[in-house]
Every structure is written in structure tokens, then in C-alpha cells.
């Protein structure tokens, strides 16, 4: 299981909608807008 960052869903890798590399790490996402609020913002969600 992995956890989105932005809204803390929890989910298989598979079912990420999105995924975001930031500084060698992989973020996964529920949605389109979790990965654009991650985007712009990372340090907001790390
Ligand atoms: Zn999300």
C-alpha cells in the first residue's frame, strides 16, 4: 500500500491515478488534482 501525500488514501500502487518523482522519491495519487496540489507544492506535503 502506498499513501497520497495530499488527502492520506491509502491505496495499491496499481490504483494511482497519478504519480509524481520529487527529489528521487515516487509519490502516488488518488487523483489529478492531489498530484497538481503536490506540484505546486510539495514542501506543503512532505
Ligand atoms: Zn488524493
Redo the contacts with the bound molecule.
Keep these: 500500500m502506498v499513501t ?1 501525500p ?2 492520506n ?1 491509502k491505496f495499491e500502487p496499481a490504483d494511482a491515478v497519478e504519480t509524481v518523482e520529487h527529489e528521487g522519491t515516487t509519490y502516488y ?3 489529478q ?2 498530484a497538481e496540489s503536490f506540484r505546486e507544492e510539495p514542501e506543503d506535503y512532505i
Design positions: 497520497d495530499v488527502c488514501m495519487f488518488c487523483s488534482d492531489c
